[in-house]
């Protein structure tokens, strides 16, 4: 029987983010993962080089490839609904695990163990997880501030709560992202490809 996991990964490009807000630009699993994945790198480049830390880089850039990966079947719960309560962020939780678990099971037996800490986030090393977290969080102050300067400001309040969460996590590396990469995202084409 052909196994299913790649199939349903390919999905991710069907799955918008964002839908409880009115959106200038689309933003897809699909792109978010990408995105995820190239910050997640960088900070842990930055980590290592910078810090003295001995990341994988690599390692946390494949994690953030699928990171997302269980909203195929679950779909972008809105942040507003899935921290309502914490009775409803408990149900989610275990949904997110059973989901995870049916994606792993959707993989060759042999070659699980190899996903599984890719797609499932406690079997992921903490110190990645933490850069993993950072790195999505600053994926989405991005998109906040794609949709701001295309002049939608319904994306004002998700700025700034964005990047309050992404200072509360105390990540040394993030803020280094934040104040060496982060200016650029306002630029036009034009000046980011002048000299």
């Known amino acids: 029987m052909a196994s299913k996991f790649f199939a349903l990964f390919s999905r991710m490009k ?64 809105p942040t507003p609904v899935k921290y309502y309560n914490s009775e ?27 996903y599984e800490g890719l797609i499932c986030s406690e079997s992921s090393p903490d110190e990645l997880h933490k850069l993993l977290k950072a790195a999505d969080k600053i994926s989405a102050l991005i998109k906040c501030i794609e949709e701001r300067r295309a002049g939608n400001t319904e994306f004002d309040a998700a700025y700034d709560s964005t990047l309050q969460s992404i200072r509360s996590l105390g990540c040394r590396e993030a803020e280094i992202f934040l104040d060496e990469f982060m200016g650029a995202y306002n630029e036009p084409l034009d000046s980011l490809t002048k000299n």
């Open 14 to 77: 069907y799955i918008d983010r964002w839908s409880l807000m009115r959106n200038t630009e689309k933003e897809t699993l699909s792109h978010h993962s990408l995105e995820t994945a190239a910050v997640a790198h960088a900070l842990a480049v930055i980590g290592n080089t910078r810090l003295g830390k001995n990341y994988n880089a690599d390692r946390v850039c494949v994690m953030g490839v699928y990171h997302d990966m269980p909203e195929i079947i679950t779909g972008d719960m």
């Open 88 to 114: 409803i962020r408990r149900a989610f939780g275990e949904i997110e695990k059973n989901t995870e678990k049916s994606l792993l099971e959707a993989l060759p037996e042999d070659i699980r163990p190899v």
